[in-house]
């Protein structure tokens, strides 16, 4: 593994008093990771620098075809002070996987966990501890071959962010409204949907403004080839109580593998609860909800956790869950994962690295 | 409209001395036009400045979640040494365009026109003169909020750069060989396929290499819903010559409406010719290649205005047109674009604004 060198900045910023008003990614941590990547070098310089602007060539592919992958994970301060993150090589080994689909190389597993141990020790006094609080991490590579041509760059910036996050709801969980999408496509088999690359979200942002405007939180995409199957929220994976057992969209190629998702699967599943991945259509959830059988509905995410939606919307009917209130399951899970994720209930499953 | 400061540089870069050597997009003219965009100040600070780095932050929308998009048109020199533009508010109105679909704003026309005619004067000496070159100029617009919640960003940096080209076939034009390609999905509709947005060429990128690897020159993209309806070319729009009359796909959200391919239905309508926009499936391909009617085949775009294919490829199928040679309304196509381009034919059509 190479070395990582280490330059700590002078000037340390102010860390946030509140953090019930700290804004999600919008406050970054002291320093952020770089490592570059050449097809001749392979992966190099790995370092540790002060957070800052990078000076860009406006010419680099990223700017002209978004030749771009991310991740979205946390660290968590638990009760004795330790710091520790949730299934990170999920994220790692996903991270590959965007990679390959737009043709960018992986990084090293090992040196990839090893830079953000690295980067959250040097920043560990970012790691809030308040309840509810984490420190966000945001890996993400972008091409930075200059030149007009359309082609698979041959030189890549990696890079590593954190921000520390409040709860993301300071005033506890309520249920939202979501409005299933029926115009603007987000992904389609074939496509990059699994993947974490920009151009997924580029395309969602449009309906979500509009949804937006009309009081709803999120969208529920619908597949781009029948319009018919539901897939995944904004940055959440769905899942639906209907008639007592767990339903989900199976993942197609167009569904991003959520890691909570996996988890909440897993979790369910040792409870007890008969979970089922299929393609599930609106139909299907319409006549359920008709027929008083929709018992709960609630996304899965890194960002939130979990979700529950109290009322969705396609077209101009508007189907109720469970009162507009949060489930029995839905707060089940939510206790279940950020009791393992904040180190307050056993980790059974090795989820769980610490620093 | 808004006056443009103009910041010129003081190391002049070296000229190419020979064009035939010049890479596509790689070469680069001394300034480049900056303006931003925010929702309090709308676009403001126009401004021509050296050619060079921009400083970013790491936490730009633009870098996570690709809401990018371009543009690809040219200046032309003609005999007489005026310099001259083919139709660019065709590229200032689809720019408009594709920016709605990913929530930006557009920019006004005139003062987009304004910024192209100042940029290309101020660095006229980069305008080049031989044969079939021409000047590249790569109008985009990125996101630069700073935040990683998934939203549309309220500011914007739109950017002129411009790269002498030379003659996109130095050695004359030769058919080239394409894939149909029948895994990976550029496009859908509902999704971003009509807009010149960063995510579509990401995507794009993965079945260009593998089909590189296997001598193709570009594949052939199939729609998304059916994969059945051939949309096009990598960076061209395609069409074919049946029995006498001449096909290309119809823009149904997913294929980019190409000036080139406007320009030409245009020209070839004049010309006499029956042109159909339709839907053309694979498989009328392989019956007309088959019964010896798939006469002509030829793709169209900026950069090499137009292009024969001389080999298409199915599975594992391959249909040879017109013996690999180039065809006669391909021919006459190339032609009559480039002449008026150039300068050398009358335009008569009001497709030339000059400098
Ligand atoms: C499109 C999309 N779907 C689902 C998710 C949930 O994935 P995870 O649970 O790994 O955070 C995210 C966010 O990461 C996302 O961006
Ligand atoms: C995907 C795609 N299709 C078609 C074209 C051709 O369009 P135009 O003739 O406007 O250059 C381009 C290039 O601009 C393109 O990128």
Redesign the interface.
């Known amino acids: 593994m190479q070395d990582i060198r280490i330059e700590l900045r002078e000037d340390k910023r102010e860390k946030p008093q509140d953090m019930s008003k700290v804004?999600?990614?919008?406050t970054?941590s002291d320093h952020?990771f770089l490592m570059n990547y050449d097809s001749q070098k392979g992966w190099h310089d790995a370092r540790i620098v002060p957070?800052g602007?990078?000076?860009?060539?406006?010419?680099a592919m990223?700017?002209?075809?978004?030749?771009?992958i991310?991740e979205?994970m946390k660290a968590y301060r638990t009760e004795s002070g330790a710091i520790q993150f949730f299934r990170p090589f999920e994220n790692i080994r996903r991270m590959a996987r965007s990679g390959?689909?737009?043709?960018m190389p992986a990084m090293d597993e090992d040196m990839f966990m090893e830079a953000l141990k690295k980067l959250v020790e040097v920043d560990k006094e970012w790691v809030p501890s308040e309840e509810g609080t984490s420190l966000?991490i945001?890996p993400?590579m972008?091409a930075t071959d200059?030149?007009?041509?359309?082609?698979?760059s041959d030189s890549y910036l990696f890079?590593i962010?954190t921000?520390p996050v409040g709860s993301y709801y300071p005033e506890g969980i309520n249920p939202i409204k979501i409005l299933i999408e029926d115009?603007?496509?987000?992904?389609?088999?074939?496509?990059?949907g699994y993947a974490k690359?920009?151009?997924?979200?580029?395309?969602?942002?449009?309906a979500?403004?509009r949804a937006g405007k009309k009081g709803f939180s999120q969208v529920l995409w619908l597949d781009?080839?029948e319009?018919k199957y539901v897939e995944e929220v904004?940055?959440m994976n769905i899942m639906f109580k209907i008639d007592g057992k767990i339903y989900t969209p199976e993942l197609n190629g167009s569904v991003l593998p959520g890691v909570t998702r996996k988890s909440s699967i897993e979790l369910l599943k040792d409870w007890g609860y008969e979970v089922i991945e299929k393609l599930i259509s609106v139909d299907e959830l319409v006549e359920a909800a008709k027929a008083g059988k929709l018992e709960e509905v609630w996304g899965t995410g890194t960002a939130a956790v979990v979700t529950p939606v109290g009322w969705l919307t396609y077209k101009d009917e508007t189907f109720e869950v469970e009162g507009g209130k949060i489930g029995e399951v839905t707060q089940k899970l939510y206790d279940g994962l950020t009791g393992i994720q904040w180190g307050k209930v056993e980790d059974t499953r090795d989820w769980i690295v610490t620093i």
């Open positions: 804004k999600f990614g919008k970054f952020m957070h602007p990078i000076p860009m060539d406006p010419g990223v700017f002209h075809y978004a030749q771009e991310f979205g390959e689909r737009v043709s966000y945001r993400f972008i200059v030149g007009l041509g359309v082609h698979a890079c962010l921000c115009q603007d496509v987000r992904a389609v088999r074939g496509g990059t690359c920009g151009g997924n979200y580029a395309a969602s942002i449009r979500s403004v781009g080839v319009r904004g940055a």
